[in-house]
């Protein structure tokens, strides 16, 4: 019981998928030859009647209309397949060649940064050390004018006394 239903998925099969592989000639551009598919049909139900001696057997005509192949359709195609690809590599050429720039941009970039970023810290190590002598100096200055001070408060009263 279970043979019969497979046959008959068998000689479907056998059916439409030629018919599909001739009907799509947009989508195909390598054309499957139609002495290979009607030679494949012909074979395909005498294959299939060795196999299934119980079920029946349906012979098909071989295919004699298969659509013509237009060579200069495809020549064209080609060619319009082939601007496009060749116009893609490029684009893409293209890119390769501005980001190939723009890295050996970012590298020198980069080292200028590294050489700013040493004088950076140079400067900072100065302005620290002139900071430190600045506060050091600031220091020694308050120290003078307490001690100027101090010699100020001492000459008064010796200039004060006089009669």
Not at 69 to 96: C, E, P, T, Y
């Given at each position: 019981m279970k043979l019969l239903p497979a046959s008959l998925l068998l000689l479907a099969a056998t059916a439409t998928i030629p018919a599909m592989c001739q009907s799509s000639t947009k989508s195909n551009l390598v054309s499957?030859?139609?002495a290979t598919a009607a030679s494949t049909t012909a074979a395909s139900p005498s294959a299939a009647s060795t196999t299934t001696a119980s079920a029946p057997v349906a012979t098909k005509p071989a295919e004699t209309s298969t659509p013509p192949?237009?060579?200069?359709?495809?020549?064209?195609?080609?060619?319009?397949?082939?601007?496009?690809?060749?116009?893609?590599?490029?684009?893409?050429?293209?890119?390769?060649k501005k980001n190939q720039e723009l890295a050996k941009q970012a590298a020198k970039l980069d080292e200028k940064n590294k050489k700013l970023a040493e004088k950076n810290k140079k400067l900072e190590a100065k302005n620290r050390a002139f900071n430190d002598e600045k506060k050091t100096i600031e220091a020694q200055n308050a120290d003078l004018a307490k001690k100027h001070d101090a010699i100020k408060a001492a000459e008064k009263p010796i200039a004060t006394t006089p009669n």
């Open positions: 499957t030859g139609g192949v237009m060579a200069g359709a495809l020549r064209s195609d080609i060619a319009r397949q082939d601007k496009v690809i060749k116009s893609q590599i490029d684009a893409q050429q293209s890119l390769l």
